[in-house]
């Protein structure tokens, strides 16, 4: 699972105008780093320009997802991620950023054409610590924790039908034996009646 890029752009006009930035480009050489960071941020504009305000959105190409959150106050937040990615992780993300964003930049900050490039370092943050979204993420951490236990408990039932399967073989073999002492002990006080008679 890994995050690529974390945008906001303002997607009110075409073309959308990206008004900050983060990427993470340590999965490429550092030779394509760079090519990869422009086509990121050409597929963002596009995604952003498609995304209407008050839509979320996911669009895969190849091996990678776009999450896009649309606001009325004319931006968007994009995430590149892998597929593999939880998407409600990402759009959590989103809506975080977005908020924290236009918090602390009204509309008029980006209203200018075109909009300035604006700085916003809680990006370099998020997307450092969203790259384990288990960590990042309580409700996905709190899952793999039941899902952990629900592996010991399948573990544990599974154990407790293997002895279950074992006692039930006991159990019939014990009456079988029943059977048979049954018989033994018929036979033997025919056997002892006999000797007492001499």
């Known amino acids: 699972m ?10 009110e006009s075409k073309p959308a105008h990206e008004l900050c930035a983060e990427t993470d480009l340590s999965s490429y050489s550092r030779f394509t780093g760079k090519n990869y960071a422009e086509f990121m941020t050409l597929f963002s504009k596009t ?10 959105q996911n669009v895969e190409e190849r091996d ?20 593999d990615y939880p998407a409600m992780v990402a759009h959590q993300l989103l809506s975080k950023v977005v908020d924290e964003f236009l918090s602390k930049y009204p509309r008029t900050s980006y209203s200018s054409n075109p909009p300035p ?27 793999k924790e039941l899902d952990e236990t629900k592996i010991i408990l399948h573990k544990t039932i599974e154990s407790v039908l293997e002895r279950g399967e074992k006692i039930d073989t006991l159990v ?15 036979q033997a006080k025919k056997q002892n009646s006999c000797c007492l008679v001499m």
Do not use: W
């Open 117 to 143: 490039k604006l700085e916003f370092a809680p990006l370099k943050e998020y997307i450092v610590k969203y790259q384990d979204p288990q960590q990042a993420d309580s409700i996905m951490k709190i899952q």
């Open 2 to 11: 890994k995050l690529f890029y974390i945008g906001i752009l303002k997607n």
């Open 64 to 83: 990678y997802t776009f999450h896009a959150y649309g606001r009325t106050e004319g931006v968007a937040g994009i995430i590149i991620s892998d597929r």
């Open 47 to 56: 995604v952003a320009e498609r995304t209407r305000p008050g839509q979320r």
């Open 172 to 186: 019939a073999k014990s009456n079988d034996l029943s059977s048979s002492s049954k018989q033994f002990y018929t």
